[in-house]
């Protein structure tokens, strides 16, 4: 990449100190600001990657005017994405925000507005695109391997302790994190749903926290749904499953089925090709190093969210927008919004927005 992209990252909790470690990585990008309430707290995130000379500030308003940014990266608690982009959209800088974009479908349009208003770029990050598994079984359906597809799923059996609901101070509500198992942590794998199979036309939910009683949202979701192709699905999203596993993605048609779980699990077609099991001994399952989440919110590996940024910034320098764009990365957030209806209503059919 030619140019030098300068970084600053907003929020450095968890996944925000995921980024200070990757965002140095990337070609082309320089992280040269942090900013966080808890200004001990970023240089923890500092200190724990070996960077130095780096400033801390408290405030975006500062941050965005004493240094000199191209990019800034939000990573605050989820229900607080919008306000940090908009002031950064707004002092010409562009935005890649984490999971998901925003909460709500409105903060998401405005956020998107102010990008357009701008000129400006937005992203969001959805680094599990980049997992090869997931890539060959888009590219299987781009194909039409699958012929008609009769039904996908996307699965997130994971678990998470009482204690990790009442660190921070905003998990497991509706006002910061949105949701629970479903917004929070199945995001990706929805994401991952419609990204693959394509848009969801409908869905059909129940809902409720099986075993956290103090949280206000959910920990277990179990949707049915229906395709805009006519394809039927599932959606399954908890943090109630002890130990927690890996996603699993599937999906099956007339002439084929896939499954993506910590690799190529299953990749069998009618057509069947000499390079599909050579897919199959590469993307082998057997060389997964952690559950992806499933276990703990650090389970991750963060050479993903690496390759999501690269990609963003590629497409930035050709002048187009990111595949993992604002409009783009609405698509799971309006999924999931369809799916909480439905759950209050009992389950009833909502038609996604």
Same mark, same amino acid.
Request: net charge negative; proline share 5%; aromatic share 6%.
């Given at each position: 990449m030619a140019?030098e992209?300068?970084?600053g990252i907003?929020g450095?909790?968890v996944?925000?100190e995921w980024?200070v470690?990757?965002t140095?990585?990337?070609?082309?990008?320089?992280?040269?600001a942090l900013?966080?309430?808890?200004? *001990?707290k970023?240089q923890?995130?500092?200190?724990k990657?070996k960077?130095?000379g780096?400033? $801390?500030y408290t405030?975006?308003?500062?941050?965005?005017?004493? *240094? @000199?940014?191209d990019v800034?990266?939000? &990573?605050?608690?989820?229900g607080?994405?919008m306000?940090?982009a908009?002031l950064?959209m707004e002092?010409?800088?562009?935005?890649?925000s984490?999971k998901?974009l *925003? $909460?709500q479908?409105?903060?998401?349009?405005r956020m998107?507005?102010a990008?357009? @208003?701008?000129?400006?770029?937005?992203a969001?990050?959805?680094?599990n695109?980049?997992?090869?598994?997931n890539r060959v079984l888009?590219?299987a359906?781009?194909?039409?391997?699958f +012929? @008609?597809i009769?039904?996908?799923?996307?699965?997130?059996?994971?678990y998470?302790?009482d204690k990790?609901y009442?660190?921070?101070g905003?998990r497991?509500?509706?006002?910061?994190?949105g949701g629970?198992?479903?917004?929070?942590?199945?995001v990706?794998?929805?994401d991952?749903l419609?990204?693959?199979?394509?848009p969801?036309k409908?869905?059909?939910?129940?809902?409720?926290?099986?075993i956290?009683p103090?949280i206000?949202?959910?920990?277990t979701l179990?949707c &049915?749904?229906?395709?805009?192709?006519?394809?039927y699905g599932t $959606?399954?999203?908890?943090?109630?499953?002890?130990?927690?596993g890996?996603?699993?993605?599937w999906?099956?048609g007339?002439?084929g089925?896939a499954?993506?779980?910590?690799g190529?699990h299953?990749?069998?077609?009618r057509? &069947?090709r000499?390079?599909? &099991?050579?897919?199959?001994e590469k993307?082998n399952?057997k060389?997964? !190093?952690t559950?992806?989440g499933?276990?703990s919110a !650090?389970d991750?590996?963060?050479?993903l969210?690496?390759r999501?940024?690269?990609a963003?910034l590629?497409?930035? *320098?050709? +002048?187009k927008?990111?595949?993992?764009? +604002?409009?783009?990365?609405?698509?799971?957030?309006?999924?999931?919004?369809a799916?909480?209806?439905?759950?209050r209503?009992?389950?009833?059919?909502?038609?996604v927005?």
């Open positions: 140019k992209w300068r970084f907003v450095v909790g996944v925000g980024h470690r990757v140095p990585k990337v070609p082309g990008a320089k992280l040269v900013c966080d309430l808890l200004p *001990e970023a923890a995130a500092l200190d990657n960077l130095s780096i400033p $801390i405030d975006i308003k500062q941050m965005l005017a004493k *240094e @000199k940014l800034v990266t939000v &990573a605050t608690p989820s607080n994405h306000e940090p908009i950064a002092a010409g800088k562009n935005v890649i984490e998901p *925003e $909460i479908l409105d903060r998401i349009d998107i507005e990008a357009r @208003k701008n000129k400006v770029r937005l969001g990050i959805f680094q695109r980049w997992n090869e598994a888009r590219d359906v781009a194909e039409g391997r +012929g @008609k009769a039904w996908a799923g996307s699965f997130t059996p994971w998470r302790t990790y009442e660190e921070g905003w497991g509500t509706w006002k910061l994190d629970g198992a479903i917004m929070n942590q199945s990706h794998a929805i991952l419609q990204w693959i199979v394509g969801v409908r869905v059909s939910a129940y809902a409720s926290s099986r956290h103090k206000e949202v959910e920990d179990s &049915a749904l229906e395709f805009e192709n006519g394809a $959606i399954l999203g908890s943090t109630a499953m002890y130990p927690g890996p996603v699993r993605i999906v099956g007339e002439n089925t499954i993506s779980e910590n190529l299953t990749f069998k077609f057509d &069947a000499p390079t599909d &099991a050579e897919l199959i993307l399952t060389k997964a !190093t559950t992806g499933g276990a !650090t991750v590996a963060t050479d969210h690496g999501n940024i690269a963003i590629r497409a930035w *320098e050709e +002048g927008d990111a595949e993992t764009c +604002g409009p783009e990365a609405r698509k799971a957030v309006s999924i999931i919004l799916m909480y209806e439905s759950a209503k009992g389950g009833a059919p909502v038609d927005k």
